[in-house]
């Protein structure tokens, strides 16, 4: 049995671990809000619901005792799950509710009303739940040998609170082995408070900060790797995590139903997943990151977005344009094909292999025009690849954006201790080379296996906001993808912004018309 210096604990609310626990007024968030984009996907997609899905809802104890409190009541109000439910603790397996293994949880009850609850979940439809207490979950599937969990995608809405370095790094190594073997991702609270907690710290799962709530903030204190991954709604950690767990769902589902190609193994790869997750998001509008630090350490890659992730899932999976080795260190300005890849949203999942001094690049060229020379674009992408199983270290990829005209570079991400990497910038219209580099150097220095998988995933696109007025009325209309921006007015600059709803969305484009007793000025802008 795998030991621990402390019980597991559910993040609901703050409270000293020698304590009772300290009940808070920030307890869960108001339905879904648009801002994830589920409402919105639903409009434009057809019975993306989490169909076909097993899930993982892995719980802490809320109370000590026996039997434990850990168990999702599916007849609770909030929740009103017809899914199939599985419950496992130390006391045995059970298939029925009430039983002898667990007893209820509001804890459990609130995070699985957003993950799957027919009113506020976001894969309202999953197949199964496998609804573990966490102890006994840690001890069966996470260690030197664990037995396959089942499901694929394994929501934890708990942390193991502040831990000593070699604990951490202990467990995100028992954490990524499992991930790797068997597939899992796993997608884990980053805590409310003194820096982003294990499990969450793990390579190769998704650590989830509240956005608007009590979160904690990276990095990691073994290295200082990006982490949160991610953020969502929520008045703490414990309740924006099954937001992401359900978005991971439905991504899952529309994969496997073929939504982005025929690929589907590919399209449904936890690192695939991931990528979609993190590219899709919305930056707040203070988000930030570095070439060094891909990720900002409030919001990791920022607001988790459905619709956009799944737009750039159905823009098909497409691999690089060319590959070439270059010495290692050495200049790797875009090459000299002339062919683009066919969409400006969309995905690939592939390998790269570098030899010891020569490194390995992937060229993945763009045609970004749209007639406006002053429109600007934005790029978004992201890279994703695991730490291998057995490995302290990783494999050292990073990401680059050029201008192919002028050779020059525009952007880059290139840290030396994350898995993940991430390019959020705007450019004109022009010709981009996206480029993914293995480096090719000692195993000190970043080159531990010769090959490679990665996941990437790209939008360009432009924001525009098109304005038609007559003497009395203005009709405003911008596209609907990428969602997440909000349209704002106001008579002058000297006075505050307002927020405008959509008053209708026809053929992929919100519409706003309102009446006009002064000149206006409009904006869209970020959270």
Known sequence: MRMRPFSLFAQAFPFAIVASLIFSTICTPAAPPEVIGIGLLRTTTTNLDGSGIRIAQVEASEVDGTPPHFEVNPTDPSVNSSSLFIYYSDLGIATNYPNSVGVESWHANNVAQYIYGIFNGVATNVSRVDNFQADHFVNTFIGTSPTNPGAMIINQSFTYGPQPVPFQQSEDSAYDDTAVRFGTLYITSAGNSDGVQTPA???????????????????????????????????????????????????????????????????????????????????????????SSPLDARFGSGIVNVFNSYIQLTGRKHDPIESASVVTNSAHPPGS???????????????????PGMDRVSHYYFSATNGLSNALYTVNATLVWNRQTNQTAINDLDLFLYDVGTSNLIAQS???????????????????????????????????????????????????????????????????????????????????????????ITNGTNRVELSLTNSQLFRLQRP
């Not at 509240?210 to 709604?233: E, H, M, Q, W, Y």
């Not at 589902?253 to 690929?263: E, F, H």
């Not at 991430?422 to 580099?437: E, K, S």
């Not at 220095?445 to 009395?472: D, H, M, Q, R």
């Open 201 to 291: 710290t793990c390579y190769n799962g998704i650590g989830v900060a509240a956005f608007g709530g009590l979160s904690s903030v990276g990095p990691t204190p073994d290295n200082g790797r990006c982490k949160p991954d991610i953020c969502a709604p929520g008045g703490v950690t414990s309740f924006s995590t099954p937001f992401v767990s359900g978005a991971a769902a439905v991504l899952r589902q529309a994969g496997l139903r073929g939504d982005g190609g025929t690929d589907t193994n590919s399209a449904v790869d936890m690192r695939m997943i991931k990528a979609l997750l993190l590219n899709g998001a919305v930056k707040p509008s203070d988000w930030t990151n570095g070439p």
């Open 337 to 355: 094909n002339n062919t683009s890849i066919s969409g400006l949203s969309g995905w690939n999942f592939t390998s790269l292999s570098s030899s």
């Open 414 to 504: 290139i840290s030396g201790v994350d898995n993940v990497e991430h390019i959020f910038t705007n450019v004109p219209p022009g010709r981009y080379d996206l480029q993914v580099l293995k480096y090719g150097g000692s195993a000190a220095n970043g080159n531990i296996t010769s090959e490679e998988s990665y996941a990437l995933a790209y939008a360009f696109f432009p924001v525009s906001l098109n304005l038609k007025t007559t003497t009395t009325n203005a009709v405003v209309t911008w596209p609907i993808y990428p969602a997440g921006y909000t349209l704002q007015s106001t008579l002058n600059l000297a006075q505050p912004w307002s927020t405008l709803s959509p008053n209708t």
